[in-house]
């Protein structure tokens, strides 16, 4: 029996997606006969066995791969089929964003089951949802409050974000940041005061003082990058949505293609633009309060989060070498790591035996994959788009063509306490 698998992955059509052709998702669907409108926002590519977006074998079955999975352990592992139910604990995406994604935030696995009991109808289960993103081109998001120093200015430099804020707690934390004697928990407590007062501003003074921020900023021609981004995002969600603000409270993390973010439970975040590889545990948990027209769940949100404090260069991962032409991200959870191997022209590249199932994608290039679990030698096509779901304990070798070639591999294997 083989241990790998072409797939079929489908897209996902959400008006914050780019248009046709331009999106990366589009361009990778295409490699499995998806015919492309231009006109059509193509968001994300699933990669995975989510019920809302299955991915199928290309074969004569069209196999779903969570039906082969349940139906061959070994594909898993014994010890990964059994921790996840024979089901894949993670879900690959390719995500191309043309516009701001809500502000959010995904509860941890306590809070997760709590929200899933009591409101079914706006949480769809029980898991966590802790997410990494690696920028495939230039890309931009909000992750994690600021330095409260940087916030300090800000209320300093946007007096319209003091006044939606209030003078009282605008004072009160400015003192505690000019103190600098504050211990850490009541530096988290008086910036979750700043937070909830902006979050629960009224909407009428929220749209009057954003009216009244974007106009001073365009009639003084301010060009700096968070002037120009709370412009954008106004004109994004115009009418007054209290996530523009957001933006001078969260870190804005810029960054080139391999740079990565991990983003965990209760820690708040907005994908700006840019194309991304995402990888996330297998849940809808969303906890959204601006940049959005969908349910917001403001108390929640404000509730949850950490407020953990922190510089933008902060949020970014540093991976570490996996082989020669490959680094690999692993983040602080167990259900997935995530492989980056690029290549150059007729490079060859060895993936060692993995304890666990993988799914792989072809961002750009083309080259060759050779298993070498069979006695026999079996080769795949590697093309822009193409993807492969990897058995466990399969061995990879790989071959770029003249064009070069970069793929990105997720994988899981069995926690320690569960072996």
């Not at 600021?146 to 946007?158: C, D, F, G, S, T």
């Not at 530096?187 to 937070?195: G, M, R, Y």
């Not at 003082?209 to 115009?238: C, F, G, M, V, W």
């Not at 990888?279 to 950490?306: E, W």
Request: with cysteine; hydrophobic share 35%; glycine share 6%.
């Amino acid at each position: 029996m083989t241990s790998i698998y072409r797939l079929q992955c489908e897209t996902q059509s959400y008006d914050w997606g780019k248009l046709g052709d331009i999106s990366k998702v589009a361009a990778y669907a295409k490699a499995s006969g998806v015919a492309i409108d231009n006109t059509v926002p193509y968001a994300e590519l699933w990669m995975g066995t989510h019920p809302n977006a299955p991915s199928i074998v290309l074969d004569e079955n069209k196999t779903k791969l969570r039906q082969l999975i349940q139906d061959n352990v070994q594909l898993s592992t014994k010890e990964v089929y059994d921790q996840y139910e024979g089901d894949l604990p993670f879900l690959f995406k390719i995500l191309s964003i043309r516009k701001a994604l809500s502000i959010q935030a995904h509860p941890d696995k306590t809070l997760g089951a709590r929200l899933f009991k009591e409101f079914p109808q706006n949480y769809k289960d029980p898991n966590h949802k802790p997410e990494m993103a690696i920028a495939l081109t230039p890309f931009e998001a909000l992750c994690g409050f600021r330095p409260l120093e940087e916030i300090a200015h800000h209320l300093n430099v946007y007096p319209e974000l003091a006044e939606l804020i209030g003078q009282d707690i605008t004072s009160q934390f400015l003192d505690t940041v000019k103190s600098n004697k504050s211990s850490e928990q009541d530096n988290k407590a008086v910036l979750k005061k700043v937070f909830s007062a902006m979050m629960h501003g009224s909407q009428d003074v929220i749209t009057q003082l954003l009216a009244k921020l974007i106009n001073r900023l365009k009639e003084s021609n301010e060009n700096d990058t968070i002037s120009q981004l709370l412009i954008r995002l106004d004109h994004q969600y115009p009418g007054g949505d209290v996530g523009v603000f957001s933006c001078l409270l969260l870190n804005y993390v810029s960054m080139e293609p391999g740079q990565a973010i991990f983003l965990g439970a209760n820690e708040p975040h907005a994908y700006l633009s840019g194309d991304c590889v995402e990888c996330m545990a297998a849940s809808d948990n969303v906890v959204r309060a601006g940049l959005t027209p969908k349910f917001k769940d403001v108390d929640v949100l404000v509730d949850m989060l950490t407020y953990r404090y922190g510089s933008a260069e902060s949020q970014k991962m540093t991976p570490v070498k996996f082989s020669d032409h490959s680094l690999l991200y692993d983040p602080p959870i167990d259900e997935f790591a995530v492989i980056w191997t690029n290549m150059e022209s007729g490079q060859a590249e060895k993936h060692r035996s993995i304890d666990g199932p993988s799914v792989l994608i072809v961002t750009r290039g083309s080259g060759k994959l050779t298993s070498e679990t069979l006695k026999t030698e079996t080769s795949f096509v590697l093309q822009e788009g193409y993807v492969y779901f990897v058995g466990a304990n399969t061995p990879l070798s790989i071959e770029s063509s003249e064009s070069g070639l970069e793929l990105y591999r997720a994988y899981s294997i069995p926690t320690p306490n569960t072996q």
